[in-house]
């Protein structure tokens, strides 16, 4: 177990480099087995989420080596196994095996997928569209067992924008025979990353980015590469961090397009915001003017950037609304908040946030990933030491947090207890 030990209220100064972007490296590697031979993927974040997908593919008996960020994967002599509780649990992703094995192997057995205690988190629209595309699945207690004797191309309607289902679905129909068409697909830049990548070994895939994929198979696949597009939520979380505590804080290696829902947000608070080419430019804003966020599917105002922001919100002179809409929980960092002095009142999936407050370094618990990067921003802009405790949730999700944030004169430590 580690904890982090933060000391507040110090002026941010310098520059962030931004990694490779977790939710696309994360369906990046388990789709590299649908190469049937080797593939190299650049930009790969140092994350544990990284480690425990490189386990799967180990268990899968494929050859793996990372050197720096560069990863290479060669699943020529790939060996199905069943992909059991202590590897699935570890994230979420995990489930991406499903739709890659069940394309290549026409089998798979895995456990129930691990991730975020942040909502229900059900993954009814991914079998459903396994069931579609001709495969049978068994529920076992914590299991699932798929299987076809072969995949055949169909249209699938997705009733929400579901991001997992329709990378999941994508990875299955590459080997299914005829057209597949996912109607109400998710648009988010990360999917794009993934088509990029299997067009890159062979497929056939068109409409990335629209709400319309449409795949042809069964396609012949080749050794291929990708880069890892830059961490939209990663820039997203420091950008917020320059906004409270930065002096010219510089947010480097980014996509200026991919951050816009937050950055109007911050030009309509008065942030002080410089946006370049590839980098953004920050610092501590006065008086900043109180919002309303309501987080929405993208091009919408990212869920996964909405309790970092809501930091920021206790900040802002007046009363803000912070409005989830995507999970039902996403507000276990406010207790937490409130310990250190903020005025947040929760009313189902959104949150009243009165501002501004003083806070103060208290100890708390980090119950999520991105909750618990907002308790390392409320740590930084607090007066006196701030202790996280369950800081593995906030190392899935951000590489070497600790060493960027000293670069740019934060006081902060990890220590193992
Ligand atoms: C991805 O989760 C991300 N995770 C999440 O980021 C992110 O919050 C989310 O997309 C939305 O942007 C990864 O990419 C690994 P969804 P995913 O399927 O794919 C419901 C982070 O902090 N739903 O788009 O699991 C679901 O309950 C993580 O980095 C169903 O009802 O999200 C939710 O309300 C957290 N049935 C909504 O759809 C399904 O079969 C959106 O889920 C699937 C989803």
Known sequence: MKQMIIEGNHKLKGTIEIGGAKNSAVALIPAAILAKGKCIIKNVPNISDRDALID???????DVTLESNILTIDSTNLKNAPIGAELSNRLRASYYFMGALLGREKYVEINIPGGCNIGSRPIDMHLEGFKALGATIETHKDKYILKADKLIGTDIFLRFQSVGATINLILASVYAEGTTIIHNAACEAEIINIIDFLNNMG??????GSSTITITGPTKHHDAEITVLPDRIEA????????????????????????EALTTKLKEMGANIKINNDSIIISETKDLKPINIKTL???GFPTDIGQPMSVLLTQCHGTSLFEETIWE???GHVPSL???GAKIKVNGMSAII???????GKEVIATDLRGGAALVLAGLIAEGTTIITDVEHILRGYENIVTKLTNVGAKIELKEI
């Open 354 to 360: 009165e501002g501004p407050t003083k806070l103060t």
């Open 203 to 208: 497929a056939n895939i068109k409409g990335a």
């Open 236 to 259: 997203g979380t420091y950008i917020i961090l320059g906004a409270l505590c930065g002096d010219n804080l510089c947010i480097k290696n980014i996509i200026p397009a991919h951050l």
């Open 338 to 340: 409130n310990k250190m």
């Open 329 to 331: 929980n996403r507000m």
């Open 297 to 299: 599917v993208y091009p």
């Open 56 to 62: 799967i593919l180990k268990l899968l008996n494929c």
